[in-house]
């Protein structure tokens, strides 16, 4: 659920304004030895015939103790309405994707803020789940968002 009450449902379609901010995300399906990664992911649909997800990074936290995000370890912040594809317009689907992991992880690499729009662009999920030995994910979510053409705003 996000701050401002949207509650997703697969497929959902949102207004940025609703999703700006990150949601509280439970899950009951854990055990308190078990750690998690949820990822925001707005896929490149043009390699999808390829199964390979890559896309813009919105979010990332690895090792979620339970389903607690917050005392997660923060890869990237939670930044929505930046990407360049949002300016081009038109329609644009986000997917959250939750993993159980087999063990606390070391994550390589730097973190990102949520004014770091560089790293975020082109970030290759399938190779990410394979490095860090993911597995499917357990869970996942999606909305879209429609985007009006050489504007920040959504429709």
């Known amino acids: 659920k996000y701050p401002s009450g949207a509650r ?3 497929g959902t379609e949102v207004t ?3 999703v700006i901010k990150p949601p ?5 399906i854990y055990n308190n030895s078990t750690r998690y990664t949820i990822c925001l992911i707005e896929p490149n649909k043009d390699d999808w015939d390829n199964y390979i997800i890559t896309g813009y990074r919105h979010w990332l936290v690895g090792n979620i103790p339970e ?7 923060v890869l990237s912040e939670y930044e929505l ?3 360049p594809g949002e300016v081009a317009g038109g329609n644009h689907t986000y997917i959250f994707l939750l993993y159980k992991q087999m063990w606390p992880l070391n994550f390589d690499g730097s ?3 949520n004014k770091d729009f560089g790293p975020r662009q082109h970030f290759n999920l399938t ?8 597995g ?3 869970y996942g979510n999606s909305f879209w968002i429609q985007y009006k053409q050489h504007d920040d705003t959504a429709v």
């Open 81 to 83: 309405g930046t990407s």
């Open 8 to 10: 997703l449902y697969r």
């Open 127 to 134: 190779n990410f789940v394979i490095e860090y030995a993911l």
């Open 24 to 28: 509280e995300i439970k899950w009951y």
């Open 111 to 113: 973190r990102v803020d």
């Open 67 to 73: 389903d607690y995000i917050s005392r997660g370890e």
């Open 136 to 138: 499917y994910p357990i």
């Open 16 to 18: 940025l304004d609703q």
